[in-house]
């Protein structure tokens, strides 16, 4: 307002202007906001410059020339909702620009576990979709706008693989990185043995997208899940290329890895179990068989 105008300081009149600003007002149930000597103004489902004309006329039989400026710092009818394992589950205004997803769970102090181990629940109009976090992050088309109303929760969902056969380890294995080769996940398992496994019958159990298994060209059976159709890969490992191959081959979550036992030993498994049993004998016989 113009000088000693109506939120002025002094009562008397100076060339200059008076500029008061007025705390943030949140929209009540009425729908309106409280501006002193303007009453209760009408705001909700009105623009910014819709509530200015308002108020100004309001204030113009109180002060001169009333100049209102009036702008929306926050809605929560234009909000998302980002919950689960974040570092601060909240409601996150979006601004009038636009967020991405990302955006929205950066606002809420992002995720509380690594990337590779978090999926991202997006819920929509009474539709739920969830993607890997990873793939918002590598793949900008996957990092779509947030709508108001947008529910995000973050969920930890480690990837594993599980190791059977002739290795150290025979167990279920969760990821420790991004990304596992299959060089990384033997060595995770304790690594092929020495005396019972066959280096050349290294099996890999996955089920593939169609894309693949035509690329590969086998047989679609779509007996899987979302219509994948189950695959095995052999390594023969006893060939030296093979490890360099190995070490370019990646590890999905759920792979299985099988190791086969070596030709000779379902016969060591029979004289072991003949020691077991005639201990003194068996152990004559092979020392006697092996004597000049």
């Known amino acids: 307002a113009a000088g000693g105008g109506l939120f002025g300081t002094s009562p008397t009149v100076s060339g200059g202007s ?42 113009a039989e109180k002060a001169i020339e009333p100049q209102v400026i009036v702008t929306m710092t926050r809605s929560v009818a234009n909000s998302a909702t980002v919950t689960g394992e974040v570092v601060a589950g909240a409601r996150v205004p979006l601004s009038l620009k636009g967020d991405h997803l990302l955006d929205v769970i950066a606002a809420a102090g992002g995720a509380r576990a690594p990337v590779y181990q978090t999926f991202v629940r997006l819920s929509r109009d009474g539709i739920t979709a969830t993607i890997p976090m990873e793939m918002l992050v590598s793949d900008p088309a996957e990092n779509i706008y947030a709508y ?25 294995i969760n990821f420790t990185a991004e990304r596992m080769t299959l060089v990384e996940a033997l060595a995770k398992a304790g690594g092929l ?100």
Request: cysteine-free.
């Open 193 to 292: 043995q020495d005396l019972r496994a066959d280096p050349a019958g290294v099996f890999l159990f996955r089920f593939e997208p169609p894309a693949i298994v035509k690329a590969l060209g086998r047989p679609l059976l779509g007996t899987g899940p979302e219509g994948t159709s189950p695959l095995v890969y052999r390594l023969d490992l006893s060939d030296a290329k093979s490890y360099f191959l190995a070490q370019r081959f990646p590890i999905h979550d759920k792979d299985i890895i099988y190791v086969a036992n070596a030709d000779l030993n379902e016969l060591q498994k029979f004289f072991t179990l003949l020691n077991t049993l005639t201990g003194p004998v068996i152990t004559g016989i092979v020392v006697r068989n092996a004597a000049p």
């Open 18 to 59: 008076r500029n008061v600003t007025i705390p943030e007002q949140f929209v009540g149930q009425d729908g309106a906001i409280s501006v002193p000597f303007a009453d209760r103004v009408p705001a909700a489902g009105r623009l910014p410059v819709e509530v200015q004309k308002t108020i100004e006329r309001r204030l």
């Open 148 to 172: 108001p109303g947008d529910v995000l929760t973050l969920v930890v969902l480690p990837q594993s693989f599980t190791v059977f056969g002739a290795t150290g380890a025979n167990t279920q």
